[in-house]
């Protein structure tokens, strides 16, 4: 019997729609649009390939990603298993964390069977805002939660955990879902800068729970005789873990960039073989890898696009991935993870190229240096300490950012810099001295660690009596580069600090309109060059009541 027409023509039209839609998906599998970090292309977006090397598809994975914890945020409650879940996914979407297609489509399964919903009517990637403002927001707001989930992250590894920083990414999960006004998003961002402070808060009270308070410490530069391991990116537990498994094997621990602050920590430099710090900051990790010739793990963000060169050796663990890579597999009822692979292929090694020789010194967390506040409060007094510097933040590849090393080179005697995170890079390594046995860099440890000096800053507030922390001889020469350092920022703001300069480049995100909300109302601005940022911050006010103390 033959069909009605009417149902033939509704078979094919939806056959048409098939084969419309299945074309557009496989197009847009070429295309995408991320703007999250600093090296957004031509300071406007990346949209065929991104700058950090992600690929179309897994720029669009991750929009998914976060689109279905959206759904999820709209479908349930929080609590402690899908708050750390969401942590953990918006931790995979981070800058240089996680390039592996297949592990993002599995982080999609998890949380799509958190929410039991797999579509909903939400929004899809950044360019679903259409207004350029609200866009702004939007992203400025999501860049702070997924910097949030890094550390927050970081603490639940070590069994530290905050209902209330699960309840805000939920929150903010749910709000960048729906239609809000600029001012309900503006006023969230500020409550998203005392969350920050929240959970960095937590973070640290986990480390020095854990490992003890850093102090002051010095790290090798140089290469022993022995094979060894070296660990790049933030979680000390792996790293611990690590050097518990191998105490015996004969091989020797390196840290790499953000890892070199473990070196301040008592539980973790009690061990022998810890050896030193092998390189520089991440962007660098190319040709350093390849000269290290042992193996090399990389516990959360900061992986580049790998190399044939030690394609062999390089592992990831936790949220980072990369495909083809070798990844160490998560805990097991909080039982460590298993690093015999990583060690015995260390064995078989030779011991490190080396790179360099010498020693850094380190471990200027918030507890040693207020340990040292008579002395520092005293160089104030006498005009030996003209001013602060925090010049804390993220390294970067671009050239430009040699700003920060000649600055730091520009700046005069008198003048201490306070720093945490891989930005420290472009001038640790610089002979500037020490006043009256201070060094001049100040290194409270990774990126994280801003907390430590935001306290050191607010203590001295209190120390000098002042009404406002911005009376300090202190002034801000941030470099950022990823979601962490937006955190960071956000968390400053709402402690209160105004005129930080913002480099290399102000946010590719930020729109004009919001540029202009964040300079009126906090006093935010864009580096210059080294001679005129420096001579601008030497001359800023200071209050009369830090006067009035120099002349006594």
């Not at 406007?44 to 690929?55: E, N």
């Not at 394609?311 to 805990?331: L, N, Q, S």
């Not at 060690?343 to 040693?368: D, S, T, Y």
């Not at 911005?470 to 002034?475: A, E, G, K, V």
Request: charged content about 25%; glycine content about 8%.
């Amino acid at each position: 019997m033959a069909m009605p027409v009417s149902i033939k023509a509704k078979r094919v039209i939806e056959l048409l729609k098939n084969i419309i839609e299945h074309r557009k998906r496989f197009r847009q599998m070429d295309k995408m649009f991320c703007f999250q970090c600093q090296e957004a292309c031509g300071n406007k977006g990346c949209s065929v390939q991104g700058m950090c090397g992600k690929k179309a598809e897994v720029a669009n994975l991750m929009d998914e990603l976060l689109q279905q914890l959206k759904i999820m945020a709209c479908t349930v409650e929080p609590n402690r298993k899908n708050g750390l879940l969401a942590v953990q996914s918006l931790f995979m979407t981070i800058t240089n964390a996680n390039f592996d297609d297949e592990r993002l489509r599995s982080q999609i399964g998890k949380v799509r069977s958190f929410s039991g919903v797999s579509e909903k009517n939400i929004p899809c990637g950044v360019l679903a805002s259409e207004n350029e403002d609200i866009r702004s927001l939007r992203e400025l707001l999501t860049y702070g939660i997924k910097g949030i989930a890094a550390y927050a992250d970081h603490a639940a590894v070590l069994g530290f955990e905050d209902d209330e920083i699960y309840q805000f990414i939920f929150k903010v999960l749910k709000m960048t879902a729906m239609d809000v006004s600029p001012e309900t998003l503006l006023n969230t961002i500020l409550e998203c800068g005392g969350i920050a402070v929240k959970t960095m808060a937590l973070l640290d009270k986990a480390n020095t729970s854990t490992y003890g308070t850093p102090g002051i410490s010095k790290v090798r530069l140089g290469v022993g005789s022995r094979p060894g391991v070296l660990v790049s990116g933030h979680d000390l537990r792996d790293l611990k873990e690590l050097l518990e498994q191998s105490l015996d094997a004969g091989i020797d621990i390196y840290t790499h960039s953000e890892m070199l602050p473990a070196h301040y920590y008592p539980e973790l430099k009690k061990y022998p073989h810890l050896y030193g710090n092998y390189g520089n900051s991440w962007h660098l990790q190319n040709r350093e890898f390849a000269s290290f010739n042992g193996p090399i793990l990389m516990t959360t963000n900061c992986i580049t696009p790998v190399q044939e060169s030690y394609r062999e050796r390089i592992f990831t663990t936790g949220m980072a991935g990369y495909p083809g890579v070798k990844h160490i597999a998560d805990r097991v009822d909080n039982q460590a993870k298993d690093f015999s692979e990583i060690i015995a292929l260390a064995r078989k090694c030779p011991p490190p190229e080396p790179l360099e020789e010498g020693e850094l010194i380190g471990g200027f967390a918030h507890a040693q240096v207020l340990s040292l506040a008579d002395k520092i409060i005293e160089g104030v007094k006498s005009g030996a300490i003209r001013r602060f510097i925090v010049m804390a933040g993220c390294d970067g590849r671009q050239s430009v950012r040699k700003y920060f090393t000649e600055t730091a080179k520009l700046l005069p005697d008198d003048t201490i810099i306070l720093t945490a995170g891989c930005a420290k890079y472009r001038y640790n390594k610089l002979p500037l001295g020490d006043i009256n046995g201070i060094p001049r860099v100040l290194d409270a440890g990774q990126c994280n660690d801003c907390y430590s000096l935001a306290v050191i800053a607010l203590k001295l507030k209190e120390a000098f009596a002042l009404a406002d922390v911005n009376d300090l001889p202190l002034s801000f020469d941030i470099a950022w580069y990823e979601q962490k350092a937006v955190a960071v920022l956000l968390a400053l703001l709402h402690l209160g600090f105004k005129n930080l300069r913002l480099g290399p480049t102000l946010p590719a995100f930020l729109s004009p309109a919001v540029t202009a909300i964040l300079a009126e109302k906090f006093g935010i601005k864009g580096i210059t060059n080294p001679a005129d940022d420096v001579n601008n911050m030497l001359s800023e006010a200071i209050s009369k009541v830090i006067q009035n103390k120099v002349k006594e």
